[in-house]
Nanobody, 125 residues
């Protein structure tokens, strides 16, 4: 399985971006896809997750209402729409695939077996 993340960039506070994660290789009928981010000197933290089959979503409190995760089952992609960006949203954003799927542990990066290479989001004040 390969995950390819894209869409990062430099944006002013209040701006928006669309991050995308394309999955290729082996496919999974039941899986959880998540987005995490890591700021310099900090641990990787959960941002959002989506259950592939049912479309259930989960968000970190810090991004609730500003970020939206969605999936395109035909294209095998997961997008993260990031709006009303703040400087504290700066970091490298990683997409991950959880296999086996465990929705109850969607916020735990240790449960993700596959990771993309990351895409950098920089928010200027």
């Amino acid at each position: 399985v390969q995950l390819q993340a894209s869409g990062g960039g430099l944006v002013q506070a209040g701006g928006s971006l669309r991050l995308s994660c394309a999955a290729s290789g082996r496919t999974f009928s039941s899986r959880v896809m998540g987005w995490f981010r890591q700021a310099p000197g900090k641990e990787r933290e959960f941002v959002a997750a989506i259950a592939w089959s049912g479309g259930n979503t989960k968000y970190a409190d810090s991004v609730e209402g500003r970020f939206t995760i969605s999936r395109d089952r035909a294209a095998n992609t997961v997008d993260l729409h990031v709006n009303t960006l703040k400087p504290e949203d700066t970091g490298v954003y990683y997409c991950g695939l959880q296999d086996p799927a465990n929705w109850g542990s969607a916020e735990n990066p240790s449960w993700y077996s596959y990771w993309g290479q990351g895409t950098l989001v920089t928010v200027s004040s």
